[in-house]
């Protein structure tokens, strides 16, 4: 079942998606967001589905000044002011009746999987990463940009941030486009994989402020991973031309609860088919894994059912029956 929801963040309102599985609760929660410039539209609500038909409840938001979520001025995308919107939904999360908020999942695909390692290493209540095709570091992603598109990109990125100082509007560049136009992303066919995410009839902004350009290149999550105490999984695809997969093969051999998926694929193939399905299927097994069951849900005992003094009482007469048994 899928509600509307509205949470606050830095007194500015998102939106997003709660996705409640069937049955009862309290079940572990996965929070998820969009990368560059994407929105929840833009084919979360089939990670969200799948999810949920496993048990997984499941919170999908727009960070403030995209989507459905306020905020002005519109398309305007800061890092530290994302991560702010993670710690806010997570705030909003956990304390849903129907979360178990021992079992808080972080769920995040290119600049977003670079969010939630970032966050995960500043928020002790996260059990565990999911990361897909991830941006983690920035230098290598610039290098792989011509270097006339980095300078024509800093130009932007700088003219964006005098009219910030002189408190004019944006100045916007396009989030994606074809090899021989100034995008973000515009690396040989992932334009095409860009748009391919993005549902009939829905009205797509493809802006986004310019001095992102500036911020993202010195945006490199993966000096956190050693500080991650809670297993995390990174997805990478051999053939990505925008979050190259190099910096993660390297850098998760080193890190002792980090599990690395590698697959045949570029940035975007692995948000519809038939890579999803791959995709999808890792993920799952990696979560059935790692979130486990409590004692008492293993040995049958309905929590909601018994005083917490109770509870105890019965698992323990439980556990010496089986041990006599």
């Not at 009839?201 to 001095?211: E, P, Q, T, W």
């Given at each position: 079942?899928?509600?509307?929801?509205?949470?606050?963040?830095?007194?500015?309102?998102?939106?997003?998606?709660?996705?409640?599985?069937?049955?009862?609760?309290?079940?572990?929660?996965?929070?998820?967001?969009?990368?560059?410039?994407?929105?929840?539209?833009?084919?979360?609500?089939?990670?969200?589905?799948?999810?949920?038909?496993?048990?997984?409840?499941?919170?999908?938001?727009?960070?403030?000044?995209?989507?459905?979520?306020?905020?002005?001025?519109?398309?305007?995308?800061?890092?530290?002011?994302?991560?702010?919107?993670?710690?806010?939904?997570?705030?909003?999360?956990?304390?849903?009746?129907?979360?178990?908020?021992?079992?808080?999942?972080?769920?995040?695909?290119?600049?977003?999987?670079?969010?939630?390692?970032?966050?995960?290493?500043?928020?002790?209540?996260?059990?565990?990463?999911?990361?897909?095709?991830?941006?983690?570091?920035?230098?290598?992603?610039?290098?792989?940009?011509?270097?006339?598109?980095?300078?024509?990109?800093?130009?932007?990125?700088?003219?964006?941030?005098?009219?910030?100082?002189?408190?004019?509007?944006?100045?916007?560049?396009?989030?994606?486009?074809?090899?021989?136009?100034?995008?973000?992303?515009?690396?040989?066919?992932?334009?095409?994989?860009?748009?391919?995410?993005?549902?009939?009839?829905?009205?797509?902004?493809?802006?986004?402020?310019?001095?992102?350009?500036?911020?993202?290149?010195?945006?490199?999550?993966?000096?956190?991973?050693?500080?991650?105490?809670?297993?995390?999984?990174?997805?990478?695809?051999?053939?990505?031309?925008?979050?190259?997969?190099?910096?993660?093969?390297?850098?998760?051999?080193?890190?002792?609860?980090?599990?690395?998926?590698?697959?045949?694929?570029?940035?975007?193939?692995?948000?519809?088919?038939?890579?999803?399905?791959?995709?999808?299927?890792?993920?799952l097994e990696?979560?059935?894994?790692?979130?486990?069951?409590?004692?008492?849900e293993k040995?049958?005992?309905?929590?909601?059912?018994?005083?917490?003094?109770?509870?105890?009482?019965?698992i323990r007469?439980?556990?010496?029956?089986?041990?006599?048994?």
């Amino acid at each position: 079942m899928r509600t509307t929801v509205k949470f606050n963040s830095n007194g500015t309102k998102c939106v997003a998606w709660f996705y409640q599985p069937d049955g009862k609760g309290p079940f572990p929660i996965i929070v998820m967001a969009h990368g560059l410039a994407a929105t929840k539209e833009m084919r979360f609500d089939e990670y969200a589905e799948h999810f949920s038909e496993a048990g997984y409840a499941c919170l999908v938001f727009d960070y403030r000044y995209f989507g459905e979520s306020d905020g002005e001025p519109r398309q305007l995308l800061d890092i530290k002011q994302q991560h702010q919107d993670w710690i806010a939904a997570i705030e909003y999360a956990l304390q849903l009746p129907q979360v178990d908020a021992k079992k808080l999942v972080l769920w995040g695909s290119s600049l977003s999987g670079g969010h939630v390692l970032q966050v995960a290493s500043l928020e002790p209540r996260v059990a565990v990463v999911i990361a897909q095709v991830p941006h983690l570091s920035g230098p290598a992603s610039s290098r792989l940009n011509s270097f006339s598109k980095l300078i024509a990109l800093s130009l932007h990125g700088s003219y964006d941030v005098a009219r910030s100082m002189l408190g004019l509007t944006p100045h916007y560049v396009r989030s994606n486009a074809e090899p021989d136009q100034l995008a973000l992303m515009n690396a040989p066919g992932e334009s095409v994989g860009y748009l391919n995410l993005i549902p009939e009839g829905y009205s797509f902004d493809h802006r986004v402020s310019a001095r992102f350009a500036l911020d993202v290149t010195f945006y490199s999550p993966i000096r956190v991973l050693p500080k991650l105490p809670m297993p995390f999984l990174i997805q990478v695809g051999k053939n990505d031309l925008t979050t190259p997969a190099k910096p993660a093969i390297d850098a998760c051999t080193k890190v002792p609860n980090a599990t690395l998926k590698q697959y045949d694929t570029g940035h975007f193939q692995p948000y519809v088919e038939p890579m999803f399905s791959i995709i999808i299927k890792d993920q799952l097994e990696f979560l059935k894994a790692k979130i486990r069951l409590g004692i008492s849900e293993k040995i049958g005992i309905r929590k909601e059912n018994v005083t917490e003094k109770k509870l105890k009482y019965t698992i323990r007469r439980k556990i010496l029956w089986q041990i006599k048994k």
